[in-house]
């Protein structure tokens, strides 16, 4: 039997509700700990790669699978990206540069755009939603199928297994892909410029002044953008594998087909974010500490 409540005292249930300003306060310290918690599991998982990269045994029919779908597979819309950057920035900066009266330098305009910036980062913009979704979507329906529980049980590790191959495959493929892309929007930069912009020979002279501007200016890139372009598609590339991988590893078995698809969503978004982060900080890096 009950004791009844004295009148004017508040109902235990009444006097364990948080105030609003309590609730909002929870509510922000247990989302910063749930994304703390996420930061230091994948921090854990970079280190667990690093790791498994030198130990036996290697599995390198993975590793060759991957380097054909992260390279290979990705051809045709880098192809397609690459071309139509240099063919963009040709229209838009023959625009500008004409109000100046240095539409002559349209070659070393697209290729420094290109080589410097642009065609590192929508090159990774495009292989996160290609590559980044697809080794989420492929994890995580491993994940949820429990058969990276069958690996698992087999002795071998899928950090080893899976994480590793896929790592390498993005780091050393995304700098090789971006130097494709970047020579094919200097390409496509040319063919407008010489097409429909009539700066760089007209139709009947296609002789070389496009790419002489690019190796004769001194406002076109040097080395010094080439391997700053290297080290920054390799983070980006090492970026897109571990927040791949991670999303994938973190899908709960239960959610099936819904979590697998929130867990891509996520992985893309992401991604796209710590891309312009990285970016930002290389280009600090660059600048403020090396001066260059």
């Known amino acids: 039997m009950s004791t009844p409540i004295p009148d004017g005292v508040p ?30 599991s994948a921090t854990l998982l970079v280190l667990s790669t690093i790791r498994y990269t030198f130990a036996r045994p290697f599995f390198v029919h993975n590793l060759m699978t991957q380097f054909a779908n992260v390279g290979v597979n990705s051809l045709p819309v880098v192809t397609i990206t690459g071309v139509f950057v240099g063919m963009v920035l040709a229209l838009q900066g023959y625009a500008q540069l004409k109000l100046l009266g240095a539409e002559g330098m349209i070659g070393s305009f697209v290729s420094s755009s290109t080589v410097k910036e642009l065609g590192v980062m929508l090159t990774a913009f495009v292989l996160s939603g290609r590559i980044g979704a697809a080794i989420t979507a492929e994890l995580g329906t491993m994940k949820v199928t429990e058969q990276i529980d069958a690996i698992e049980a087999m002795g071998t590790s899928p950090v080893q297994y899976l994480v590793v191959p896929r790592f390498l495959a993005c780091a050393v493929m995304l700098p090789i892909l971006t130097t494709y892309s970047n020579i094919l929007g200097i390409v496509g930069g040319y063919l407008v410029s010489v097409t429909f912009l ?95």
Do not use: W
């Not at 306060?25 to 700990?33: F, K, L, P, S």
């Open 198 to 292: 009539n700066v760089a020979g007209g139709h009947s002279g296609m002789n070389g002044e496009y790419f002489i501007a690019i190796a004769s200016s001194t406002r076109g890139f040097d080395v010094e953008d080439l391997l700053s372009g290297f080290v920054k598609a390799s983070s980006f590339g090492m970026v897109i594998a571990t927040i791949g991988c991670y999303m994938g590893f973190s899908v709960p078995p239960t959610t099936g087909a819904e979590g697998v698809g929130k867990a891509t969503t996520n992985c893309a978004v992401i991604s796209l974010v710590l891309i312009l982060v990285f970016d930002f900080l290389i280009n600090f890096v660059k600048q403020e500490i090396f001066g260059i």
């Open 11 to 40: 109902a235990p249930e009444a006097a364990a509700q948080p105030s609003g300003l309590a609730r909002f306060m929870g509510e922000v310290g247990g989302g910063i700990v749930y994304r703390l918690n996420h930061i230091g």
